[in-house]
C-alpha cells in the first residue's frame, strides 16, 4: 500500500495564530486525499475529501474558512487551521485513497492549542 | 444514512484466547467493508477488507466475512496474542470500485491482551 507521511506529528501553538500541517504520498499518486479529526478515545471524523487541482468538499459542520485544504499536486496536501483555538486542540490524520475504497493513513499530527 | 455500529470496548483477554469483535453496519447499495487497526501511538492499518458478499477478508490470524443478510462483519482471531493489543476500527465505504470513496468508521474497539 501506499506510504504516508505527516509533518509536524505534534505541535503546540498559541490561540489566534493559525498552523499548517502536510501530508505527503511517498510512494503513491494521490488524486485523492482525504483530512479527519480524533478526538481521544473516539472514532474518526471525516472533515473534507481534497482533490489534486481542484477545491476540497467539506462534510456538513466543517467550517472551510477555518481549515484551509490545499491539494496542489499528487503528492502533497496541506491543512491549515486558521486563528486556531483551544476547542481545535485534536488529533488530525490524512489519507490516501488506494484502489478498491481502501485507504492509506498518515501518523497524524497532534495540534494542542494554548 | 449509512453508519457503522461496534461493540463496546474495551475487550481484555488472556493470551491465547478467542476473539470476536461485533461490527454491523446500515448502507444504501452495496458497500466495500474494512477492519483497520491502530497501535499506540501509530496510524490506522488496513487489516482486511471485503468487497461483496460472502467474501472473507484474513490477514495475520484475523478473519471477517460479509454477511449481507446480517449486514454484519465481525473480527475474529482463534488465538489472540499480546501483540494485537490495539484499537480496532470497522468501516465501510459505498462509492463502488473507484478510489474516491468516503469511509464511514465505527467507534473503535480497544483490545488488550493480557499475557
Known amino acids: 500500500g501506499a506510504v504516508v507521511s505527516q509533518h509536524p506529528s505534534w505541535v503546540i501553538c498559541k490561540s489566534g495564530t493559525s498552523v499548517k500541517i502536510e501530508c505527503r504520498s511517498l510512494?503513491?499518486?494521490?488524486?485523492?486525499m482525504f483530512w479527519y479529526r480524533q478526538f481521544p478515545k473516539q472514532s474518526l471524523m471525516l472533515m473534507a475529501t481534497s482533490n489534486e487541482g481542484s477545491k476540497a468538499t467539506y462534510e456538513q459542520g466543517v467550517e472551510k474558512d477555518k481549515f484551509l485544504i490545499n491539494h496542489a499536486s499528487l503528492t502533497l496536501s496541506t491543512l491549515t487551521v486558521t486563528s486556531a483555538h483551544p476547542e481545535d486542540s485534536s488529533f488530525y490524520i490524512c489519507?490516501?485513497?488506494?484502489?478498491?475504497?481502501?485507504?492509506?493513513f498518515g501518523p497524524g499530527t497532534r495540534l494542542t492549542v494554548l | 444514512g449509512d453508519s457503522v455500529t461496534q461493540m463496546e470496548g474495551p475487550v481484555t483477554l488472556s493470551e491465547e484466547a478467542f476473539l470476536t469483535i461485533n461490527c454491523t453496519y446500515t448502507a444504501t447499495g452495496y458497500p466495500s467493508l474494512f477492519w483497520y487497526v491502530q497501535y499506540p501511538g501509530e496510524g490506522l492499518q488496513l487489516l482486511l477488507k471485503a468487497t461483496k458478499a460472502d467474501d472473507k477478508g484474513s490477514n495475520k490470524g484475523f478473519e471477517a466475512t460479509y454477511r449481507k443478510e446480517t449486514t454484519s462483519f465481525h473480527l475474529e482471531k482463534g488465538s489472540v496474542q499480546v501483540s494485537d493489543s490495539a484499537v480496532y476500527f470497522c468501516?465501510?465505504?459505498?462509492?463502488?470500485?473507484?478510489?474516491?470513496?468516503?469511509?464511514?468508521f465505527g467507534q473503535g474497539t480497544t483490545l488488550q491482551v493480557k499475557p
Open positions: 489519507s490516501v485513497g488506494g484502489h478498491y475504497n481502501e485507504q492509506f
Open positions: 510512494d503513491f499518486q494521490a488524486t485523492t
Open positions: 468501516a465501510l465505504s459505498t462509492d463502488g470500485s473507484s478510489n474516491t470513496g468516503k469511509l464511514i
